[in-house]
């Protein structure tokens, strides 16, 4: 399933979302700038569990992966496949919250995705990379806060693709119990090889849903009412 788009408008402009996702592209742009020197700096900025759990000096250095590593991706699709969910479903979490508990909310999806993820493969020496952690978080807190909306969605049904407008909240379900039973496999089989880190969209969907009752302005950005005395 793919989503194109959702039938609940922004009410104002998503400068935080937008700028999430200029940011991603600049980061993108500048590691293919590297050339040669790309992969040494994904290693380098990426999120790697073993390195991290082993590290000895407490620093920068070791805890700067956990935020840089969300604003690395490893491929052109891997990068518009990301910014697409995030381009859909975070201009609305973001008037739900508000710019700055936005910005905030993401960057807290996004750790919480890397460290459930560094719990399910603690002694993975593979850099991980990429915002489908944080955005993981905000389809979580989507899920909560729109589960009515409705989303057009191109579903591939063996060779043919249909368009199918589904409830955020059957969309979302079924991603989100696809991303479990993967990442259950995975621990299942014992082994985390495989491109994808399951456990991080876990991680990062169920503290969006854990932490958008702390980070959701009251009826959707109005002041809440006053008793009078």
């Known amino acids: 399933m793919f989503p194109l788009k959702d039938d609940v408008p922004a009410k104002v402009f998503p400068v935080v979302n937008v700028g999430l996702i200029v940011a ?3 980061c993108f742009l500048y590691t293919l700038g590297r050339g040669r020197q790309a992969a040494h700096f994904l290693s380098a900025y990426g999120f790697v569990p073993a390195r991290f759990l082993a590290h000895a000096v407490v620093g920068p250095g070791r805890f700067l992966p956990l935020l840089s590593s969300m604003f690395l991706h490893g491929g052109l699709l891997h990068l518009a ?9 975070g201009d609305n979490v973001e008037d739900a919250m508000g710019h700055g508990r936005y ?3 993401y960057l807290l999806c ?6 459930t993820q560094t719990w399910a493969a603690p002694a993975s020496t593979v850099p ?5 952690g944080a955005i993981s978080g905000v389809l979580g ?3 909560l806060t729109y589960p009515r909306a409705r989303v057009l969605t191109l579903v591939p049904i063996l060779v043919f693709f249909y368009l199918v407008e589904l409830p955020a909240v059957v969309f979302l379900g079924l991603w989100i119990l696809l991303q479990f039973l993967e990442g ?4 299942a089989a014992g082994t985390m090889a495989g491109g994808v880190a399951w ?3 876990v991680g990062g969907f169920g503290s969006g849903v854990l932490l958008i009752r702390f980070f959701k302005r009251n009826c959707r950005g109005r002041r809440p009412r006053r008793l009078r005395l």
């Open 24 to 26: 991603n592209v600049v």
């Open 81 to 89: 496949g990301n910014m697409w969910m995030l381009w859909i479903f």
């Open 103 to 105: 910005l905030v909310f």
């Open 110 to 115: 996004g750790l919480a995705s890397v460290l």
């Open 128 to 132: 991980m990379i990429g915002a489908s």
């Open 141 to 143: 807190a989507y899920f």
């Open 184 to 187: 259950w496999s995975q621990l």
């Open 199 to 201: 456990w991080a969209h």
